[in-house]
């Protein structure tokens, strides 16, 4: 049997071929979500015989403007920009999508899943198994708290976290501005969804 050279693409590890083919035969908008070294990005991709169409797209560096100080990549702030890109969709009339997280492989309750379950707390509709969501407690960052804790009684917490520690950010104070920036989200998108 000859040699078939697989399509670019694939080859760069960007495509999935099958997955993809499934998507394009469902007809469904993709809830796509991808993280980089400071961001992860949320988009809702519809797919087109022209080629796929982006209808919104939300960047957890948005989180900054709902008065969100610490990283824009831990779990705390992907869920919020799955919240976020959630209730954009709702305002777009976007109700349900797929998931499609790309080549990255699924892990039990890591980023990713944040971000899906913030957009199902927003209201969307995704498919997904509850087992795999994170806890409660690591979406509101309980597990940086302890983390800091540990470094604290070492010494080492300045070397870590010392962004923080240059901006005079309380880590311990996590939960509470996740729960502001929540609320802030909610008031300025979310009660118009609710309103009309």
């Known amino acids: 049997m000859p040699y078939r050279i697989k399509f670019r693409r694939r080859r760069e590890n960007k495509t999935n071929y099958s997955k993809r ?31 796929d169409i982006t209808l919104l797209a939300v960047n957890s560096m ?7 100080p610490f990283s824009c990549k831990n779990l705390p702030a992907a869920y919020l920009t799955g919240y976020l890109a959630g209730l954009k969709a709702l305002k777009h009339g976007i109700k349900e999508a797929v998931l499609d997280i790309g080549l990255r492989t699924p892990t039990k309750g890591n980023r990713i899943f944040a971000v899906v379950k913030g957009a199902i707390d927003a209201g969307l509709e995704i498919p997904v198994g509850e087992e795999v969501l994170p806890s409660e407690e690591r979406i509101k960052g309980s597990h940086i708290v302890e983390y800091f804790k540990i470094l604290k009684e070492k010494g080492e917490h300045e070397k870590r976290f010392s962004a923080y520690v240059k901006n005079n950010l309380n880590i311990e104070e996590i939960q509470n501005y996740f729960e502001k920036v929540k609320s802030e989200i909610f008031e300025k998108i979310g009660a118009k969804n609710v309103s009309s």
């Open 21 to 51: 083919k499934i998507f394009i035969i469902s007809g469904k908008i993709r809830f796509c979500v991808r993280r980089s070294n400071k961001y992860i990005l949320v988009q809702f991709i519809k797919p087109a015989i022209q080629g």
């Open 62 to 68: 948005k989180l900054k403007k709902y008065g969100w």
